[in-house]
């Protein structure tokens, strides 16, 4: 299994609501990402995990919180969002193993959209 | 970080051969070089990489120059399912694990029959 799944795959939220992005890997990965992407755009990490340990936090607002409860879940708290923020959130994990490919693999994403 | 340049977009014809280039004159020597390519409404896909010599996969080749300031995609037959935005990336390998993809701005790759 190859797959990295992330729920919802769509999202419309007001500026003062919570919410949270879910992604799930079982492929032993070991590092998990969040990457922000924008309309026409390359994605742009924002947070690695490696080990669950925040090991790489790309000067994210703090209105954005990261979680990795175990080794196979990532997950995104949202609160207090701006419309600028509306994007597609991608997932992504990779092995950590000296020797391996490293390849990223990604999740398809949520499409977010603050109102 | 060190930065990736590539044209915003190719065309190609089906079943032809496809050159997609890429400059990365800031290149450090621990970096990697990726080709990831995106399909419309699905996260990247890994394509390529190598680190100083050219490489061969089952989907395409990659070719580095003997400098590692650039390299060079190769597609080997398009096909009108290789339409996607290709990117050009540098890949840094984190000291706690994990690592780091610096994408390029990416190019359009249009495939016509």
């Known amino acids: 299994d190859t797959e990295v799944t992330q729920t919802p795959k769509h999202l419309v939220m007001g500026m003062t609501n919570k919410k949270s992005l879910k992604c799930e890997q079982h492929?032993?990965?070991?590092?998990m990402y969040w990457y922000k992407q924008k309309a026409k755009k390359p994605p742009e990490l924002m947070f690695v995990?490696?080990?669950?340990?925040?090991?790489i936090n790309e000067s994210v607002p703090s209105r954005f919180s990261p979680e990795c409860p175990n080794s196979s879940l990532l997950n995104l708290h949202l609160h207090a969002l701006q419309p600028e923020d509306s994007a597609l959130y991608l997932c992504?994990?990779?092995?950590?193993?000296?020797?391996?490919?490293?390849?990223?693999?990604f999740g398809p994403g949520t499409r977010l959209t603050v109102t | 970080d060190a930065k990736t340049t590539q044209p915003n977009s190719m065309e190609s014809n089906e079943e032809e051969p496809v050159h997609l280039p890429c400059n990365h004159s800031?290149?450090?020597?621990?970096?990697?070089i990726h080709w990831y390519r995106q399909l419309p409404s699905q996260g990247p896909e890994y394509v390529i990489h190598?680190?100083?010599s050219n490489v061969n996969n089952r989907m395409a080749s990659l070719a580095i120059a003997e400098d590692r300031k650039s390299s060079t995609l190769i597609l080997h037959r398009a096909t009108l399912r290789d339409a996607a935005v290709y990117y050009c990336?540098?890949?840094?390998?984190?000291?706690?694990?994990?690592?780091?993809?610096?994408f390029g701005t990416g190019t359009q790759l249009k495939v016509e029959l």
């Open positions: 992504a994990s990779s092995d950590n193993l000296a020797g391996r490919i490293y390849e990223q693999y």
């Open positions: 492929m032993g990965h070991r590092a």
């Open positions: 995990y490696s080990y669950e340990k925040l090991s």
């Open positions: 800031t290149i450090s020597g621990t970096d990697y």
């Open positions: 190598g680190l100083t």
């Open positions: 990336i540098l890949r840094s390998d984190l000291t706690g694990g994990g690592n780091k993809l610096t």
